[in-house]
């Protein structure tokens, strides 16, 4: 079954096919990290201007590599939650206009639950197996959670404040490192002395909230402490950087090897654009006693090939969404607080 996959939920406009759930015939992502840059941020308005101008580009072109017609198409996949509405409704409604002019089903998708799946891409099936614990690490969110198969995923842990993407490019922006800030802290942070400066990790660790996150203390120490910086000698930009991510990655450590611990589950798989982190990357794989699958770097960040690969299992299943869904800001797809 060759399913296209739209992706339209923040500021990549991405078009994919993807074959029986995991094999990537193409995938087409167009950033519009540039359009943004100036403002050091998304601008929602800018956001979805640019996927109404590029969509069908973007689709024509993941159709071309795939050397596929439109008419070759089984179903489409679509993102429909979580993200910005506005970008959010470009892909959804184009996805609901091929549907009906081809007579083909479409199914909205669940953005993080495809994070998750992304391992699953390009022959990974077999080498990933339910369950697992979920590391989901992106600019809006920040989830622990576990994983007994692609629909039936429980949160653990989560932040009670800022996501930990957030927080990397609300640093990067305070200091005018540039845009978008988790992967120039990531850069800058490789020549930077992570010992330079301590920040406390946030008190959560006991009871109730042992697999939760908090970012809110880390982000306005470092963003306020500037002075403290300055008294230190030599102290760099790249010290910054590094005192700052490792903080943020130990926080999210802590809370994920809690969930390890209490849950019994040692493979781990992570998702979203903090995934690419290369200090997350390197911590996880010293750890001996852990399976931790890591997407391809392509696949980290959104695009739209798990869209398509995860919607391919509610389709095979005989799942259909109607022309009268909507989207929404949040997510959607998970359980409660486990157990
Ligand atoms: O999943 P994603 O592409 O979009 C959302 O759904 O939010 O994640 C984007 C987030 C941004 O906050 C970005 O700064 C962060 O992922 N990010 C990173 C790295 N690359 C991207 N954070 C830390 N280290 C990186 N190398
Ligand atoms: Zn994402």
């Known amino acids: 079954m060759k ?16 074959e029986d759930g995991d094999r990537i015939l193409s995938n087409v992502i167009a950033t519009q990290i540039p359009f943004h840059a100036p403002y050091n941020g998304v601008v929602p308005e800018i956001a979805s201007r640019k996927h109404i101008e590029w969509i069908h580009t973007v689709t024509s072109e993941a159709l071309e590599k795939a050397n596929l017609k439109i008419s070759d198409i089984d179903a489409i ?10 970008s959010l409704l470009v892909g959804l409604s184009f996805a609901k206009a091929i549907s009906w002019s081809l007579d083909i089903p479409f199914i909205a998708v669940d953005h993080m639950l495809a994070h998750l799946y992304a391992p699953f891409l390009d022959r990974g099936q077999g080498k990933v197996e339910y369950p697992f614990l979920g590391l989901l690490v992106s600019g809006g969110h920040t989830f622990i959670c576990r994983a007994d198969n692609f629909n039936d995923i429980t949160v653990l842990g989560t932040t009670i404040d800022d996501a930990v993407g957030e927080a990397f490019d609300k640093v990067a922006k305070h200091y005018n490192f540039g845009y978008p800030g988790g992967a120039v802290i990531d850069k800058m942070a490789q020549t930077g002395d992570s ?11 006991k009871g109730d909230h042992r697999y939760d996150v908090s970012y809110s203390g880390l982000k306005n120490a470092v963003v306020n402490q500037l002075d403290l910086f ?12 590094s005192c700052f991510q490792k903080t943020a990655i130990e ?8 969930a390890a611990e209490d849950t019994g589950l040692s493979n781990i798989v992570a998702g979203g654009g903090v995934a690419a ?4 990357r390197n911590r996880l794989s010293k750890h001996s006693n852990l399976r931790c699958i890591f997407p391809p770097l392509d696949l980290c960040g959104d695009n739209a090939a798990m869209i ?5 299992h509610y389709l095979v299943r005989g799942e259909r969404s109607s022309l009268n869904e909507t989207v929404s800001a949040r997510v959607s797809g998970f359980k409660k607080k486990y157990p």
């Open 230 to 241: 300055k008294k230190k000698e030599n102290f760099t930009n790249e010290d910054i950087a």
């Open 3 to 18: 399913i296209l996959g739209i992706e339209t939920s923040c500021d990549e406009c991405s078009a994919a096919v993807v």
């Open 251 to 258: 926080t999210l450590l802590r809370a994920l090897l809690n």
């Open 277 to 280: 982190n290369s200090y997350l």
């Open 77 to 86: 996949a679509v993102t429909s939650r979580p993200g910005l509405s506005g």
């Open 308 to 312: 398509a690969g995860l919607g391919y």
């Open 195 to 205: 010992e330079a400066f301590r920040f406390p990790l946030p008190s959560l660790h």
